[in-house]
């Protein structure tokens, strides 16, 4: 199992120590704009607990975060404005899924006709 970093930027956004531009919040979710938007529309969705990726939530996440995760990014899409045209739900993991930041997120990006979502290899 992989070890929490309390140190993780995610992490520093919930005590309030980093500033973000919040889109949506709850009792276990937070939503915030991407620093570095790849689309017209990208959002970072977290759940507040502390939970690497989505490996960890979904094995030790409690049934009210997990649902309230869920719930929320959908609602999020909607109040964002992305529901009718489509957007994409990206979570990276680990190190072949290219994850830079080590606490569970799902990037909701949207606003433009995405890419296809995989580039051949570049090793
Ligand atoms: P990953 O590569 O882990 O899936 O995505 C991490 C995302 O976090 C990147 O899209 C990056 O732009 C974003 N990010 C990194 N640091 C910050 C920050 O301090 N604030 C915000 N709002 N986004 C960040």
């Not at 919930?14 to 017209?40: C, K, M, S, W």
């Not at 970072?44 to 607990?49: D, N, W, Y």
């Not at 719930?71 to 993991?93: F, H």
Request: net charge negative; glycine share 6%.
């Amino acid at each position: 199992m992989k070890t929490y970093d309390d140190n993780n930027i995610f992490a520093k956004i919930l005590r309030g120590e980093i500033p973000n531009d919040t889109v949506y919040e709850d009792d276990h979710v937070l939503a915030f704009r991407d620093i570095n938007p790849q689309a017209p529309v990208h959002v970072l969705v977290i759940p507040k607990g502390a939970y690497v990726d989505m490996t960890d939530f979904s094995a030790n996440a409690s049934d009210a975060e997990l649902t309230a995760y869920f719930r929320a990014l959908a609602k999020i899409a909607n109040l964002l404005g992305v529901e009718d045209d489509g957007y994409r739900l990206i979570s990276n993991t680990g190190k072949n899924g290219e994850q830079d930041v080590p606490h569970l997120h799902v990037h909701i990006a949207g606003g433009r006709r995405l890419r296809r979502m995989l580039q051949p290899s570049e090793d």
